[in-house]
């Protein structure tokens, strides 16, 4: 069953994180979102792509894999943009939807079904338009089926200034005073906020909703 409308065309697809392999593999859960992001885009329901994630649990760029990933896939870089400082999903829907609101566009959330009800549950809060679209499997397979192995030859590059993250709350602890609870917790009072019409803004650093381009490596030169 899909979960969204028909009339998606013109809206961006956020792609939210997932860890990327310490082998460097997109893995199951940023592989699968990519491939369902893709096929909306095949499918004309959306026009270009958000990536969005930090480099959460291993030394790789969420975002920036996501990216590659589209790319080797055939989507033209210039569809796509990048968020890569999320780092939990409050923050990937918050810094999309900054973005999206610069570009003129609205979201459509290409996620498992709950992180898209999720996300949209929180920009909605923000008084924004979203759209969820949760993943179609038989469609991932779809395009597995035909691409898996382009998806598996994606080979991002180290962070070269990757933090744990355990690291980083704890610096974000030192400038804001606030200590993150779990995130289980955190969503679910988050929630209970907004039907007071409360809407707690994640944290917002510098470069937050920067509109950055997705711009690929650089391929080495050939050997003559």
Sequence with gaps: MLWFSAALAGKLALVPGCPVQEDGLLGPCLGGKVAWAFSLYEDGRVEGFITSGNAVYSPYNEAYAAAMALQALGVPPEKIWLDPLALHTDENAYNAMLIADALGHELVVAA???????????VRSWDHACEEAPIDYGRVG??????GIV??????????DFIPLDEREAARFEETGWVRPGSAKLYLLDGIRSTTGEARVPYAGDGVG???????????????
């Design 151 to 160: 998806l598996a030859s994606v080979d991002p590059p180290v962070d070269p």
């Design 142 to 147: 779809e395009v597995m089926a035909g691409d």
């Design 112 to 122: 498992t079904r709950s992180q898209a009800l999720g996300i949209c549950a929180y």
């Design 210 to 224: 920067a509109v950055i381009p997705f711009v690929p490596p650089e391929l080495p030169a050939e050997t003559p």
